[in-house]
Every structure is written in structure tokens, then in C-alpha cells.
């Protein structure tokens, strides 16, 4: 069932702080809702019954560098900071079709614009699904008391931004520099047949944003500690792709006031650390078992063709 977000709204708050709450509401039962208890038992197997998990892919992602890898329908990736704070930018695409790619702003509507359990990373039109669904965050109570939100107002795994690229950075400093997210993750998906083009905008992992009081986006050190994670179940098979920003923990300016000649030169080289990568098969049926299917596109469900009429070439030619 589609619900569309203004009768949602409509009908979830009738009154109250009708202008400023959510605009699209996950209604129970709706097509926003999950199944957190499924999500939980997930996210337990990592330490309840670790034996559950098979790990079938484990990689170091170097500094300053980028790689893909395949996860299918059901299996949990893991992204680990491995040696302390480090920004890591995601890119996802559906496996067989790379059309159909993660689009970031529209998750930010359906979910918020930073991302933890039990949030959903959504495809890009005409396909609209969940790719992915968040099972774990070691840093879901960052924040003052655990409200995720710091004391200016900073939040972990932004939506907010996207990824640094060489172009903004030759306007921006004169200078080239081959080693930011874009470029990193131009190079990852290359073996996949995949170009710059297929770069789209990332969720920035670990990454801590905000907007100012004059409503400019900021960036400020990544909190992450060695061993903090993020954790994702996939909800049909997909590509990620993954760059170790060269901002490594972001905790020197790159460019602009701030920006010595050196970090110009070298930028925050100090600053960067690797990120480890890892993925887990549950056992076969176990997800079935608990009523979780593979995810498909919402796309097809709309049958209009955005008021495109087909000609009937015997009233087209009726004179
Ligand atoms: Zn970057």
C-alpha cells in the first residue's frame, strides 16, 4: 500500500506541530515501517550467536583509496574503523543494474539526514527501494546524552554533503589533487564497468555535520573511536563502493581559512587512517524463517506514464 505523505500527514497530526514535524511520516504498517524486531534479532547475531554469521568477504581499505565489492540479498557488511576516526564515503548500486543507484536527498526526506538503526538507504526513480537497512551503529547515542546531536548541533553518518572531488578542489585551492572520494571511487568501480558518471552522492560514514545558524553545512572531527562500526543488512543484491577520504578524520581544514600551506601540499595526511570492511552470510532460510523477503521496486506499482498519451494513428490520421 502506497500512502501518500500529505494524506499521511494529514492524518497522523491533526493539530499539533503540524508545520514543522516530519513531512513524510512512518506510519505503522506502512511503507516506511520495519520490522524492528527482525532488524534486532539481525543485529544480535554479532554478538548473541556469532556463529550464526559466516563471514565470506574481509578487506582493509587502504588511506586515500577506494574499492567495491559485491554484497547479496540478506548478508550484513560491517564497516569498522579500525585504527580510529576516519570518514569513509558509501555509494551503492542495485548488483545487475546500475541505473537504479542509492539517492541520498530523497532518503534524507523518507528517513533523516543522518542515518542509524533501523533507517533504510533508498534507490533512485523509477525503481524506489530500500537497498539497505541499518542493523548496527556504534555510535547511535553520539551526542549530548545520548540524543544524537553534539553541543553545536553536529550528527554522525551525514546525508547532509556528499563526496570531496578534484574539481571543487582546483576551484576552490588552484591546486589538483588526484585522492579525494570522487576520484577514489572512480577508481573502485572501473572493474565493474562502471565510470566517474555512476559516482553519485555518498552517505559520508562516521562523518559528524551540521548547519550553522546561518544555515551552512559544516564538518567537524569525526568522533569514532577504533572499533566503533556501522552496520548494514542488503535488502536485494548490490554493489558498494567505499573511499578512505583523504580528509581522513577531518579534524584540519582542507582547504580555505585554516588550510596551511603544508595541509594545501599534503592535505591532513596525518589524519587518516584505514577503514576495514567485512560481510556476513547468515544461514540459508534464516531470514525467510522470519518473514523477511527481498525488497523490490515500488516503481512498477505507478501505472500512469507522467500524462504521455500514446497516438492513435487512426484518429491522428482521420482527415
Ligand atoms: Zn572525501
Known amino acids: 500500500m502506497v500512502i501518500c505523505p500529505l494524506k499521511a500527514l494529514m492524518t497522523s497530526s491533526p493539530n499539533k506541530n503540524r508545520l514543522t514535524e516530519a513531512?513524510?511520516?512512518?506510519?505503522?504498517?506502512?511503507?516506511?515501517?520495519?520490522?524492528?524486531?527482525?532488524?534486532?534479532?539481525?543485529?544480535?547475531?554479532?554478538?548473541?550467536?556469532?556463529?550464526?554469521?559466516?563471514?565470506?568477504?574481509?578487506?582493509?581499505?587502504?588511506?586515500?583509496?577506494?574499492k567495491a565489492w559485491e554484497v547479496r540479498k540478506g548478508d550484513i557488511c560491517r564497516i569498522v574503523a579500525v585504527e580510529g576516526a576516519q570518514v569513509g564515503d558509501l555509494n551503492i548500486w542495485s548488483l545487475y543494474n546500475p541505473r537504479e543507484r542509492f539517492w541520498a536527498s530523497r532518503t534524507r526526506q523518507l528517513q533523516r539526514a543522518h542515518v542509524s538503526v533501523y533507517d533504510q538507504l533508498w534507490s533512485t526513480l523509477p525503481y524506489l527501494r530500500p537497498l539497505v537497512t541499518i542493523t548496527g551503529d556504534s555510535l547511535k547515542n553520539y551526542g549530548v546524552d545520548g540524543s544524537g546531536t553534539d553541543a553545536e548541533g553536529g550528527r554522525v553518518h551525514d546525508l547532509l554533503g556528499t563526496r570531496c572531488d578534484p574539481y571543487?578542489?582546483?576551484m576552490l585551492t588552484g591546486q589538483d589533487n588526484d585522492y579525494h572520494c570522487h576520484s577514489n571511487l572512480t577508481r573502485a568501480v572501473l572493474p565493474y564497468g562502471l565510470t566517474e558518471f555512476d559516482v553519485h552522492d555518498v552517505l559520508n560514514v562516521f562523518q559528524c555535520t551540521g548547519l550553522n545558524d546561518k544555515d551552512q553545512y559544516f564538518m567537524k572531527t569525526c568522533p569514532a573511536k577504533k572499533g566503533d562500526y556501522f552496520e548494514f543488512m542488503a535488502e536485494t543484491d548490490i554493489l558498494c563502493a567505499l573511499s578512505t577520504c583523504p580528509g581522513g578524520d577531518l579534524s584540519k581544514a582542507m582547504w580555505g581559512e585554516g588550510a596551511t600551506e603544508t595541509t594545501n601540499a599534503d592535505p591532513t595526511l596525518e589524519c587518516c587512517r584505514p577503514l576495514g570492511v567485512q560481510v556476513y552470510h547468515l544461514p540459508d532460510r534464516w531470514l525467510a524463517k522470519r518473514g523477511w523477503k527481498e525488497a523490490l521496486p515500488n516503481g512498477p506499482v505507478y501505472k500512469g506514464r507522467h500524462a504521455l498519451k500514446e497516438v492513435s494513428f487512426s484518429t491522428a490520421f482521420k482527415e
Open 23 to 66: 513531512a513524510y511520516q512512518c506510519l505503522p504498517g506502512g511503507p516506511l515501517d520495519v520490522d524492528k524486531g527482525l532488524y534486532d534479532e539481525v543485529a544480535a547475531t554479532a554478538s548473541v550467536e556469532p556463529s550464526l554469521r559466516t563471514l565470506v568477504e574481509s578487506f582493509i581499505l587502504p588511506i586515500r583509496s577506494g
Open 168 to 170: 571543487v578542489n582546483r
